[in-house]
């Protein structure tokens, strides 16, 4: 059964169209949402593996159209490597807006934030 653990260690492979962090760790998905798909191709065939829609609301670090684009597809295009996964939708949120604040623990590591004295510390 695919998990919100599962799709997001999958988006842990899609990165910022600026910054150097995936998308996960740098706090940009909001949320994430598993839906059975009864109509998928194979759906209620015997061994023929489930398969569900995924909803993914993210939190873009960028205004322009270009970095909304380029983020889009490389959701869509991640979890369509999934076997149990029929179709993606992704909703780039106007608000709240994203700062560093949001980003991980693992994210500051990532960036070089953490236990670098010349850098600010984001907490």
């Known amino acids: 059964m695919l998990t919100e653990s599962d799709i997001l260690q999958a988006l842990r492979d899609c990165y910022d169209p600026v910054l150097p962090c995936n998308i996960v760790d740098l706090g940009l998905v909001r949320s994430v949402t598993i839906t059975p798909d009864r109509e998928a191709p194979g759906a209620n065939i015997p061994g023929v593996p489930p398969k569900n829609i995924i909803e ?3 939190t ?5 159209e270009a970095s909304h684009a380029q983020l889009s597809a490389q959701i869509s295009n991640r979890l369509a490597g999934l076997e149990t996964v029929s179709r993606t939708n992704v909703t780039l949120l106007d608000s709240p807006h994203w700062t560093p604040l949001n980003i ?4 500051r590591k990532i960036l070089g934030l953490d236990g670098n004295p010349n850098l600010v510390q984001i907490r």
């Open 104 to 107: 991980t623990p693992a994210g």
């Open 60 to 64: 873009p670090t960028q205004t322009d």
């Open 56 to 58: 993914v609301s993210v």
